[in-house]
């Protein structure tokens, strides 16, 4: 992408059209800065992926232009894909105290943080970046220390609100700064990037100074054990855990490795108020009365492996959910995680627990992090933007906060949906989208980075599917004449004993195969192997309406 001199060019490489690895990158001339570098969980079509990262070819080519990654705030979808990006471009880091606390975890168990520059912000941090000036102000949301962002440019402001709501009884009483908003607005907001996550929900998003008590009375009317589910990362959420365990004079364990090293992070940093003694270690906890125990753990989106769901198996070895235990989701499941929620839910009724789960409307027990329509109209409000992209948002969500924006006196034609990649181009204040630059998904498969494609992700489709079946010939490399074989394997396709006759005729439609082969075409190896191939699968599929993978290995000897 080539920008004209002095033009302002914004677009998302992640984080729009999808809920998920946000990055939003900003280009003024040979400037380029980046905001946040999230990752999302794979679904269930992408069998064996661990995550999904952006597409960064265009700031790889780019690379001498880019100043910083500034990051709004500590949640998976916005920092999660820092290590793999900087693997691939190291640049320096902006973040605040308790988000660049979480990074710095990462990149110690990525082996990064030695090597990485970091520089700590706040809401009155003012840096410089030759032809962008960026300055920030205080936001709420659910996790400590929110930041949005304002860029100042040559052509205008622009503003980056990051994940926010309007909190005003926060439960560690900061507060957003509307005023520092509206004096932005004041001073004149060129675009405005805004997030659009609950842009389908009319009101306000709730307090959450509102969940404490009733995980105060949850924990009074628990006769047994309380086990207790929630995102690592909602600090105000675990403070209120913790003072409900102080009031019932119950002692608190963690379970879950993002639990404890977030928990560790908290209490360090002094975002967590903890008394002393009340951190118990988890094989401490059998040794409690019950009725004195409450237990702080991670899976409240149904993730296979977290402590919660090792428990709803009876599959963790320090600790037990027995029947007449309490069992608190206090987390509502992120769209696509109903079903692992749900298998849960199941298994723990299955054990004897009460559970406790359901939206905020039914238990009180979780409220969300994100503004809903009216503080979206607040935000457009106080802004005052020329030009609005909506972010961070399925393409309906997106759709929703268009027609908040319109109704609030954004002209039509000045607002922008886009998709991961599209370039809003700016010049003599005047916005355009004309043209775009590379996107897409990135695949993480344990240390490999984007080795895994379609084409590796059809076969574990297939595997997964219909199988593989495997067969073995040893031909003479003198006359082509078969020595042994053919010898073949079924896995995931049929049970070898109980289908001999099947496997048998397969045997003999390769040898005469490779009979006929031999005559037409000699004993070319590549074109023998796709002769068999073809021939098993159209039998095989003929026999069994199946398409297993099939594997000719031919040895010659």
Do not use: W
């Not at 380029?32 to 952006?54: A, H, T, V």
């Not at 410089?128 to 860029?151: A, E, M, Q, R, Y």
């Amino acid at each position: 992408m080539n920008t004209t001199e002095n033009t302002l060019s914004i677009f998302a490489l992640g984080g729009v059209n999808e809920i998920g690895k946000n990055m939003y990158v900003l280009q003024v001339e040979d400037d380029i800065l980046i905001i946040d570098c999230g990752s999302k969980f794979p679904d269930e079509s992408l069998l064996g992926i661990d995550l999904i990262i952006q597409d960064i070819s265009y700031l790889k080519e780019n690379k001498d232009k880019i100043r910083a990654l500034i990051v709004t705030h500590g949640h998976e979808d916005h920092i999660g894909g820092i290590p793999h990006f900087l693997k691939q471009l190291n640049i320096p880091i902006y973040a605040t105290r308790f988000t660049l606390g979480i990074i710095e975890i990462k990149l110690k168990e990525h082996g990064l943080l030695r090597a990485t520059e970091t520089h700590l912000i706040d809401s009155q941090s003012i840096i410089d970046f030759n032809t962008i000036k960026c300055t920030f102000f205080k936001t709420n949301h659910s996790i400590p220390d929110c930041l949005g962002i304002v860029f100042h440019t040559s052509e205008g402001a622009i503003v980056h609100t990051g994940d926010f709501k309007f909190d005003l009884t926060p439960v560690n009483d900061e507060h957003a700064d509307i005023h520092e908003m509206a004096e932005i607005g004041k001073k004149g907001v060129l675009v405005l990037l805004s997030e659009s996550t609950n842009a389908e929900r009319p009101g306000f998003t709730a307090s959450e100074s509102l969940v404490g008590g009733h995980i105060e009375d949850a924990f009074r009317k628990a006769s047994r054990k309380v086990f207790i589910s929630t995102f690592a990362s909602n600090i105000h959420r675990v403070q209120q855990v913790v003072d409900a365990a102080q009031k019932t004079n119950r002692k608190l364990a963690l379970l879950g490795r993002s639990m404890v090293n977030v928990v560790s992070v908290a209490i360090k940093l002094g975002y967590l108020n903890v008394p002393e003694g009340m951190i118990i270690e988890a094989n401490e906890i059998n040794q409690m009365d019950p009725e004195r125990v409450a237990i702080l753990c991670t899976g409240s989106q149904g993730e296979p492996m977290a402590a919660l769901s090792r428990l709803s198996t009876s599959n963790y070895r320090q600790a037990a959910i027995l029947p007449g235990d309490t069992v608190i989701f206090a987390a509502t499941p992120i769209p696509g995680n109903e079903v692992g929620v749900s298998r849960i839910i199941d298994n723990l009724f299955l054990l004897g627990a009460k559970v406790i789960y359901g939206s905020g409307h039914d238990t009180g027990l979780h409220v969300s992090g994100h503004a809903c329509q009216e503080e979206l109209r607040l935000m457009l409000t106080l802004m005052k933007p020329k030009y609005f992209i909506p972010i961070h948002g399925e393409y309906r969500m997106l759709h929703q906060h268009r027609i908040i924006a319109e109704s609030v006196g954004v002209e039509k034609e000045n607002i922008f949906i886009i998709k991961n990649g599209d370039v809003v181009d700016v010049n003599n204040s005047i916005a355009r989208q004309t043209r775009s630059v590379a996107a897409g998904n990135i695949y993480v498969d344990g240390l490999g980075i984007g080795d895994v494609g379609n084409i590796v992700l059809r076969d574990r489709k297939l595997l997964s599917e219909d199988g593989m079946l495997v067969t073995v010939i040893t031909l003479s490399k003198a006359d082509g004449q078969i020595i042994t074989g053919p010898d073949t394997i079924s896995r995931g396709f049929v049970y070898a004993r109980d289908s001999e006759e099947l496997l048998n005729e397969v045997d003999r439609l390769v040898t005469t195969t490779i009979q006929t082969a031999q005559g037409a075409n000699g004993n070319q190896r590549n074109v023998l192997k796709q002769s068999i191939k073809a021939t098993i699968g159209k039998f095989l599929y003929a026999k069994t309406k199946r398409n297993p993978m099939i594997l000719p290995i031919i040895i010659e000897v």
